[in-house]
């Protein structure tokens, strides 16, 4: 089992900056896949960024060059650093954290509550 608790969202205007944290606690942690996902009101969540636990990361294209996905296994904890807001990141930014075995099954997924991010002036 792991829970996950996000932190560091909050408002800022366009072209600004932010870093949200997630917080993992329980085992394993550096087992794990982590990815931050994220919701506007009226859409689906969408994957933002995801690092492996051998620390390969994938970004989706719209926040390619301006988010960045790190994690540090001896806190348990992994980032998003947020540069060059855009109105259009404004969301519910999730945390996650996946197991899944190379042969294909699901071991583990986990959320955490979210984090608003409010990107305007």
């Known amino acids: 089992q792991v829970q996950l608790v996000e932190s560091g969202g909050g408002l800022v205007q366009p072209g600004g900056s932010l870093r949200l944290s997630c917080a993992a606690s329980g085992s394993n942690f550096a087992i794990y896949a982590m990815g931050w996902y994220r919701q506007a009101p009226g859409k689906q969540r969408e994957l933002v960024a995801v690092?492996?636990?051998?620390?390969?990361?994938n970004y989706a294209d719209f926040v390619k060059g301006r988010f960045t996905i790190s994690r540090d296994n001896a806190r348990n904890t992994v980032y998003l650093q947020m540069n060059s807001l855009k109105p259009e990141d404004t969301a519910v930014y999730y945390c996650?954290?996946?197991?899944?075995?190379?042969?294909?099954?699901?071991?583990?997924?986990?959320w955490g509550q979210g984090t608003q991010v409010n990107v305007s002036s």
């Open positions: 996650n954290a996946d197991l899944t075995l190379p042969i294909g099954v699901r071991v583990g997924n986990y």
């Open positions: 690092i492996t636990n051998g620390g390969s990361t």
